[in-house]
């Protein structure tokens, strides 16, 4: 049970990593100062759980 | 010597009036052995044992006794709590239909057998808050030929109305502590 | 270029509010609350003491001991098992702050479940912390969450099965430590918690085990002490006494279901020879209909969104303009505990504790819970310890 839970939140991290980053790609990419904000919020959940914060 | 003589008759007889006066009738008078139980599977039955066992009275109490495993013996009484415990009815894996059955069956057996039949609620406002509470008070003051309560119980006038209009008597003491002190 | 400037603009924004909700999430998390010890106190161990399942988690909690030396019966105090009912925590500190035990043994937990006081309920707008005026400044807890923090037991199952019963319960109940008795060494975080609870109480021989809790007023278990059959006849002399001699409001007494898992005052009575006790005690901040939640509402009892359910006779407890003060309500928990171990000491005489030190009933509700709180930064560093 501990191992499989500690395999899930593995994958749980990479698969925040891998939204964080392609948030901030679209971050980078966009041209409109409104999707940057979205983006710019979108981005705060991630980083908190990746930092283990919250 | 007459006047002083005089002073203490009258004493006396103020003193033997009070204690008339304070002698329950004999209509709610309680003669144990009792044998106790609950209908709805609160503490009410424990409560009334643990109380009577402080005052030195004899009670038993069986929150399981059924009219077939019921044996009159020595008692005397039939106390039987009302009030009812969600906690206590899924300890037992019962209903309040199913309480109520039980009960009524212990208290046909119990009065064939010459047992007074005492209606209790003794567990205050806590124990008259829904439909179960109101539904096993309702089954057991039915049968009971004396009422007992505490106060709390009756802070809205509830069981002196009710045994008003039934013409049952009733019993108020404090708090389930003192309920001893009637047994 | 203007773009590149508003992206700067939004990306420090951006930071500025994580760093400040990062800053809050941390500081709770890692707050360290201080315990200045009674005197008296003989030991302090660690839960992993008993049991190696939860050495080096958050949850190895700190055991506090009062042994008098003088044998007689053993009885087990716990605080925290649900972190947003803080005076189950404060409870259980009182007794440690104050406690001198000349007969029999005392042990002493505030937080069984660390990790649930590390956060936050969801959505819930709890305060983070609480705090308590004493007459030497103020002490400081967390607030936290009913259950432990998913950062430290992650994720749960679909369908929290309970050990042994086989019982479903809620996905989430598997971090609540109060459906997770008699616990698992091999289980998630919670269930190896109680395991080593478990094996504190077996390798101790606790005779009896009293878990302190609060309730919301819509809740029919409230103002009670909940009692493994066992202990049927102790926790009715108590409900009695105290509800004839010292309760304006009164304490009841319920039967533990056996067909209801998990909760310490069925398992425990179940797998050990402890008799379990549970006491609730009302809390109107735990009420969903009431209003805005904050450190006055959990301070002070007083909300007139659920006087006004009390009054449509919504509630199990009454209420009215004076509320369910946190002093009223760690007085309650307070000395229906020492009453229950002095009719157990009646009923039960080669289980006898004798206790001193212990504030009366009275003696919090005139002089408040801050006045039996000692100051950490006063005490004797021998004295001070951190939970």
Known sequence: ???????????????????????????????????????????IPFILRLLRLK | MKKTALMLFLALLVLSLCAVAEAPPEETKLEGPYLVTTCGQSPGAV?????????????????????????????????????????GMGAAGTDINAEIERCLGVIKAAREAGLKIVGAHIEGMARRTDSSDAASIEAVMAEADVILVVTDSDSDGFFTAYAKEHEKPLIVVKDALEIGKVL | MKLKWAKIAVLLVMAA???????????????????????????????????????????????????????????????????EEPVALVSALVFTENLKVTQGRVFVIHRVNTSASTNTR???????????EAPWGVQKWRMGDRVANPLDSWPDPEVYIHYPSGQNLAYMDIRNLNRNWPGKADGLLTERTTFAAMELIRQEGVDLTIDFHEAELEYPVENTIVAHERGNEVAAMTSMMLTSQTFRVPIGMEFSPKALHGLSHREVGDHSDAVSYLFEVAEPMLDRIRGITDEELLMSG???????AGEHNLLYAPIDESGW?????????????????????????????????????????DQGTGAFLRDPAAAPPEQVYYD
Do not use: W
């Open chain 1, 1 to 43: 049970m501990i191992a499989i839970n500690t395999a899930v939140t593995v994958l749980y991290y990479l698969i925040c990593a891998f939204f964080l980053a392609a948030i901030a790609y679209n971050f980078v990419k966009t041209r409109k100062v409104q999707e940057s904000v979205l983006y710019g919020l979108m981005m």
């Open chain 2, 47 to 87: 409560m009334v044992g643990m109380s009577a066992m402080q005052a030195g009275a004899k009670a038993t109490y069986n929150n399981a006794l059924t009219a077939e495993t019921f044996e009159p013996g020595e008692f005397k009484t039939l106390i039987v709590t009302a009030g009812t415990s969600m906690k």
């Open chain 3, 17 to 83: 509010c994580a760093a400040v909700a990062g800053f809050l999430f941390h500081e709770q998390r890692v707050y360290r609350e201080a315990v200045a010890a009674s005197p008296h106190l003989t030991q302090v161990k660690k839960l992993s003491d008993y049991s190696p399942a939860i050495k080096g988690t958050v949850n190895d909690c700190n055991v506090y001991v009062f042994d008098s030396g003088v044998p007689g019966g053993t009885a087990l105090l716990i605080g925290g098992t649900h972190a």
């Open chain 3, 122 to 132: 969801l959505g819930e707008a709890y305060p983070r912390f609480f705090h308590v």
């Open chain 3, 302 to 308: 007083k909300d007139r969104f659920v006087m006004k």
């Open chain 3, 325 to 365: 003060p946190f002093d009223l309500r760690i007085a309650r928990h307070v000395t229906t505990a020492q009453t229950l171990i002095q009719v157990n000491n009646m009923l039960h005489p080669d289980q006898a504790i004798l206790m001193e030190g212990i504030p009366s009933y009275q003696d919090i509700l």
